[in-house]
C-alpha cells in the first residue's frame, strides 16, 4: 500500500497488545497511507500471528516483544528503529484503537507552516482530543499546551532522540511524563483547535443513564501510584485529582468499591515510596 504525500517525511508508531483485529487493520490501514514508513510494537499478545499478517498486508515493519514489556518501553522500542538514520523528520503515535482521519498529520504539518511554528522550538503537534463524531472548532487557532494523550500527537524526531518514555510507569501518564520533559527542555507542543484527534478510553458503560468509560482495576492502580510519583517530583497538574477519581468510580461500579478502594490505594502506597515494579507489570 503506497503511501499518500505529506509535507515532511513522517513516520508511524503503533503499539499494540491482544488488540481487535479488525479494527487494528483499519487503523494500520489508516496510519499507512499517511507515513512513510510504519512501525508495530507488539507486546507479547496471544494474536500475534495475526498481527504480523496485517502489518505485512498494509506494508508496516513489526517488532515482537516475547511479553508485554509495557507501553513505554514498546514506545522506546519503536521510536528508536525511526530514529536511525535521516528517513523521517516527525513520528505520529496512535493507539491500537484509534483511526486517525484522512490527511490528519499532513494537515498538521500544512497547519504548522501556515502559523509560522515551524521551529525547532515546537517538539509537539497535535489536535483537539475527542470523540471522532465531535465537531472541530473553524479556523486556524492554537494553542500552547502542557500535557496530552500520546495518541494523535506528531512528535518531531529531534524529541525522541533526547527524550525517552519513562519505562517505569509500564502505561498510565506515560504521556504526562512525556510531555513534561518536553517541557523542561525548554520546548513546546501545539495543539491546533480546528483539528480532531479521535480517541476512545476502555470500555463505554452504562453508569446510571450515562455513558462512562471503564478501565479495569490494574489501571486505576497505575494511574494512582503513577501520579503519586509525578505530585512527589512537582509536576502536579491540576486535572490529575479528576483523573484518578474517574477511574476509580466506574471500577466500582463494575468490579465492586473493594477492589476499587484496593487498587487506589495500592497504588498510591507503592506511589509514595516510589516502588514502580509490582505484581501487575507484565
Known amino acids: 500500500m503506497a503511501p499518500s504525500p505529506v509535507p515532511g517525511d513522517v513516520g508511524g508508531l503503533v503499539v499494540t497488545y491482544e488488540p481487535n483485529l479488525d479494527l487494528l487493520e483499519q487503523v494500520l490501514g489508516a496510519v499507512r497511507i499517511q507515513v512513510t514508513r510504519l512501525i508495530v510494537v507488539d507486546n507479547g499478545s496471544s494474536n500475534l500471528a495475526s498481527i504480523r499478517d496485517i502489518s505485512e498486508r498494509v506494508g508496516a515493519s513489526l517488532v515482537a516483544n516475547p511479553s508485554n514489556l509495557g507501553l513505554a518501553a514498546a514506545l522506546n522500542i519503536g521510536s528508536s528503529k525511526l530514529c536511525q538514520g535521516d528517513a523521517v523528520d516527525w513520528v505520529l ?59 494523535g500527537s506528531l512528535v518531531r524526531v529531534e524529541a525522541l532522540r533526547v527524550t525517552r518514555f519513562r519505562e517505569e510507569f509500564f502505561v498510565d501518564l506515560v504521556d504526562s511524563d512525556f510531555y513534561y520533559q518536553v517541557a523542561e527542555q525548554g520546548h513546546k507542543v501545539v495543539r491546533f483547535e480546528s483539528v480532531i484527534a479521535p480517541h476512545t478510553v476502555g470500555t463505554v458503560i452504562d453508569l446510571k443513564d450515562r455513558p462512562t468509560s471503564y478501565e479495569s482495576s490494574r489501571r486505576t492502580y ?25 477511574s476509580v468510580l466506574p471500577v466500582a461500579y463494575v468490579e465492586g468499591f473493594r477492589t476499587a478502594l484496593r487498587s487506589l490505594l495500592g497504588g498510591l502506597r507503592d506511589g509514595f515510596v516510589r516502588r514502580t515494579r509490582s505484581s501487575h507489570d507484565g
Not at 517538539?123 to 463524531?133: F, M, Q
Not at 494511574?223 to 477519581?245: M, Q, S, Y
Request: with cysteine; hydrophobic share 45%; glycine share 8%.
Open 222 to 246: 497505575y494511574i494512582a501510584r503513577n501520579g503519586c510519583i509525578l505530585v512527589l517530583e512537582g509536576r502536579f497538574d491540576a486535572k490529575l485529582p479528576w483523573v484518578i477519581v474517574s
Open 93 to 151: 503515535i496512535v493507539d491500537q484503537d484509534t483511526i486517525p482521519p484522512a490527511g490528519y498529520a499532513g494537515r498538521l504539518l500544512t497547519l504548522l507552516r501556515e502559523n509560522d511554528l515551524d521551529d525547532p522550538r515546537v517538539w509537539v503537534v497535535r489536535g483537539v482530543e475527542g470523540a471522532p463524531s465531535r465537531t472541530a472548532t473553524h479556523g486556524k487557532r492554537f494553542r500552547y499546551i502542557r500535557a496530552a494523550i500520546m495518541s
